[in-house]
Nanobody
Framework: QVQLVESGGGLVQAGGSLRLSCAAS????????TGWFRQAPGKEREFVAAIVWSGGSTYYADSVKGRFTISRDNAKNTVYLRMNSLKPEDTAVYYC???????????????????WGQGTQVTVSS
């Protein structure tokens, strides 16, 4: 069993930066791909970024490509999402999720993931 806890959200002005962290319990986490999703009020939860267990491959939604960077430190059981050049449309609750299926090619699909955190609010003011 893996438990995920997000942190690092907050209120920031447009153009600013934040770094989200996803801390995991359980030794197996280092072998799981991990993704970040977000959900704005009245909208579906959408894919933001994902990283494979080794950190060797990363994937991004077009809307965040070039502004967000996902990374991981398996020694600390933590995955990060660095968000630069934030826009008001980035405002949402951000969730991290872990996929225990090795070699998944569907990391942009929320149904692929087995474990979810409780989310952290990111608000970008204009």
């Amino acid at each position: 069993q893996v438990q995920l806890v997000e942190s690092g959200g907050g209120l920031v002005q447009a153009g600013g930066s934040l770094r989200l962290s996803c801390a995991a319990s359980g030794r197996a986490f280092s072998g799981y791909a991990t993704g970040w999703f977000r959900q704005a009020p009245g909208k579906e939860r959408e894919f933001v970024a994902a990283i494979v267990w080794s950190g060797g491959s990363t994937y991004y939604a077009d809307s965040v490509k070039g502004r967000f960077t996902i990374s991981r430190d398996n020694a600390k059981n933590t995955v990060y999402l660095r968000m630069n050049s934030l826009k008001p449309e980035d405002t949402a609750v951000y969730y991290c999720a872990a996929d225990r299926t090795f070699g998944s090619l569907s990391l942009n699909y929320r149904d692929e993931y087995d474990y979810w955190g409780q989310g952290t609010q990111v608000t970008v003011s204009s």
